[in-house]
């Protein structure tokens, strides 16, 4: 996979911005995350890309920028060869004022020959947004290409007509978006790769939702199809802004244990209200972080956090239940439960580990489970609906006994699964199911 990529950046276009962050350095951004290492910027209008470019940012600080002034309206393949990476055989050249998905810098990067990125289905929902692109092969020319230093240097004219042209005489091999898998590993859930070119005034909000629905993941429990829409309506004002994903890890937390607190102490009606907030705002540090292209490894500690909470919450309830009498054998109900959560863990990561998918996705008997299977979310809503009847104490049994149950379904499917995998090592998901 190459590491390097010339960018064809022009402003304005380049510069427009989606959810506080320009086009190009959203561009920029997902190339870090792809794993390249360094980039040339080609413009016209480099003073003001270089202004632009200038500013301080973490998400795209380990991309080696070089900014190169063209005397041309438009770059021609030959000043894309004057500047070509010593060493490189392959370069990934991209039209600076267009998104793109993560998924088809990271398709075309890995060819092993010149090719140029078309999109020949375009759905109809992309159609507006995509119809300044230039026309080639019955779709659009998608601004992204694999370029070959050797065939590079026998073309002449500028890059846009050269790679349209060779598309169209087949001299050059095309990659269809339409082609390519839909399945997100990262979303968890079917989602076509996107791509379009900087929007016009009338077609942001387009591109805005666009975006926005591509930071929602997917295989969700009851209640977080019921937090989703907060979330985004939140997301949408919150991405705007230079809050970042770390700062409302930070607020969730603190929300959390000021819940543990308020449990422990019997303040039930406090806490559960609390909790219900912790739902939401557990959701907003990944979409702020996956639409403003802000995600790093220090992202997943947020897991590790969520699970101290969760069990602190737990063990807050059962110190309460106890000491109040309401509950005499609560620490007894909260090891079953942590116990069945420990089971029900062990039998989800050896999906995780030989799948790499959740149990959750294979298939619609897992989907349901997980819609109303034991997980945080759903505890939480149960110990609510107690609170409301006057029966916080029985609603905590019912958690633990939830869990047990769904520790009981997925520990067998599980163990069907692997053993069928056994019996067909070469099969499949869908066939081991």
């Known amino acids: 996979m190459v590491d390097e990529c010339i960018i064809l950046a022009e402003s304005p276009a380049a510069l427009i911005e989606l959810y506080g962050i320009s086009v190009l350095e959203r561009l920029l951004r997902t190339l870090q995350r792809c794993g ?63 998104v793109f998905d993560a998924r088809l810098l990271q398709i075309v990067a890995a060819q092993r020959e010149a090719v140029g990125l078309v999109d020949l289905a375009i759905p109809p929902l992309l159609q507006p947004l995509v119809a300044s692109a230039p026309n080639v092969l019955h779709g659009k020319f998608c601004g992204a290409a694999l370029l070959q230093r050797d065939w590079a240097s026998a073309q002449i004219g500028p890059f846009g007509d050269v790679l349209r042209d060779n598309l169209e005489q087949q001299n050059i091999a095309a990659l269809d978006v ?67 994903p770390n700062q409302l890890t930070v607020l969730s937390n603190i ?43 220090s992202g997943n500690l947020e897991h590790w956090f969520d699970g101290l909470f969760e069990i602190s919450w737990w063990v807050a309830l059962a110190y309460h239940f106890w000491r109040s009498g309401e509950l005499p054998h609560a620490f007894y109900y909260l ?69 047990v149950v769904t520790a009981a379904i997925h520990i067998p499917r599980a163990a069907w699964v692997l053993y069928r995998t056994r019996k067909n090592p070469l099969g499949l998901v869908r066939s081991a199911t």
């Open 255 to 297: 929300v959390a244990w000021i819940a543990t607190i308020l449990f422990a102490t019997g303040h039930l009606v406090s806490g559960i209200v609390l909790a219900l907030v912790v739902g939401v705002l557990d959701g907003l540090d990944g979409k702020q972080a996956r639409i403003k292209v802000e995600t790093s490894k």
């Open 36 to 98: 390249l290492k360094r980039a040339i910027v080609f413009s016209s209008t480099s003073e003001v890309i270089g202004q632009h470019l200038a500013q301080v940012s973490w998400p795209r600080a380990q991309l080696n920028l070089t900014i190169h002034k063209q005397e041309s309206e438009s770059a021609t393949m030959a000043q894309i060869v004057d500047v070509w990476p010593p060493r490189a055989e392959f370069i990934l050249a991209l039209q600076g004022d267009a």
């Open 178 to 244: 339409a082609a390519q898998p839909v399945y997100s590993a990262t979303l968890r859930r079917e989602l076509r790769p996107f791509w379009f070119p900087a929007p016009s005034a009338t077609n942001k909000k387009l591109a805005e939702r666009l975006l926005l629905n591509s930071a929602q993941k997917g295989t969700l429990d009851f209640p977080a199809y019921v937090h989703a829409p907060i979330e985004n309506f939140l997301i949408s004002k919150l991405a705007r802004r230079s809050i970042t």
């Open 335 to 403: 090891l079953l439960l942590l116990f069945a959560e420990a089971m029900d863990a062990v039998a989800k990561g050896s999906i995780l580990f030989t799948y790499r998918k959740l149990i959750d996705e294979l298939g619609p008997f897992d989907r349901l489970v997980r819609l109303v299977g034991g997980r945080r979310n759903v505890y939480v809503w149960i110990l609510a609906a107690g609170i409301c009847l006057g029966a916080p104490a029985k609603a905590f049994i019912t958690m633990a006994w939830w869990e």
